[in-house]
């Protein structure tokens, strides 16, 4: 069975510092990795995805993550943070490019403080 | 978000109530999905809909109960539904649900429900 673990409820950074998201899964094949963000009062939108090729990945908002094989992980990570990235982010897996296999993490509230 | 819009965006109703939501999607997508998203809890999958067929259900009470009558509109009428129920329902659409590299997935801003 497939799993993803997102293990921090809550992650504060100061803006300009650097971020990260952890998220740790668990897939018994190749896995395609998501991060959603969701702002306030707002649904989640896609961010960015790993499917296969280079284990770093870039987004929207100048996020980007890292595929680690090793270490089951896709951190998600922002060289500088921006207060407007103050939302709760979502990490999903799925063993199959299907939109219908697609299993969410628990989120992680992202705060940025001025 | 005109991409995907959910009526009502608030919803309080008594266990004895029926209501329905209803989710609309804008973007040509022919699959539709409804979510569960509780406080620190893991979005929970409750139905899929490609091509106005249901494809998944995942172990949802029958006291929730969907409705795709077109790829464009998708319900979930509700009934005698309990206080845990309470939670922001999620629609969300796709290109298609199994078809590779159309795995994105739009979502609608919720309905945010609460069960007295």
């Known amino acids: 069975a497939q799993s993803v673990a997102q293990p921090e409820d809550q992650v504060n950074v100061a803006e300009g510092n650097p971020l990260t998201v952890k998220c740790t899964y668990s897939v018994s094949g190749n896995p395609y990795l998501f991060w959603y963000v969701q702002y306030p009062n707002r649904g989640l939108q896609f961010l960015l995805k790993y499917i296969t090729g280079d284990n770093l990945v870039k987004g929207s908002y100048g996020f980007e993550a890292e595929f680690n094989k090793s270490q089951t992980s896709f951190h998600l990570k922002k060289p500088s943070a921006l207060v407007s990235d103050s939302a709760l982010y979502f990490c999903a897996v799925s063993l199959y490019s299907s939109a219908s296999k697609i299993i969410f993490g628990s989120g992680t509230r992202l705060s940025i403080r001025p | 978000e005109t991409g995907v819009t959910q009526t009502p965006r608030h919803l309080v109703m008594g266990m004895t109530n029926k209501k329905s939501l209803k989710c609309e999607q804008h973007?040509?997508?022919?699959?539709m999905y409804w979510y569960k998203q509780s406080a620190k809890k893991p979005l929970e999958l409750m139905f899929v809909?490609?091509?106005?067929?249901?494809?998944e259900n995942n172990s949802v009470p029958s006291r929730f109960s969907p409705e795709c009558p077109n790829s464009s509109h998708l319900f979930l009428h509700l009934h005698t539904l309990q206080p845990e129920d309470s939670a922001l329902y999620l629609c969300a659409s796709s290109q298609e649900a199994d078809v590779p590299n159309a795995d994105t997935q739009y979502f609608g801003p919720g309905t945010r429900l609460t069960v007295l």
């Open positions: 973007l040509g997508h022919n699959a």
């Open positions: 809909y490609s091509l106005e067929e249901r494809v």
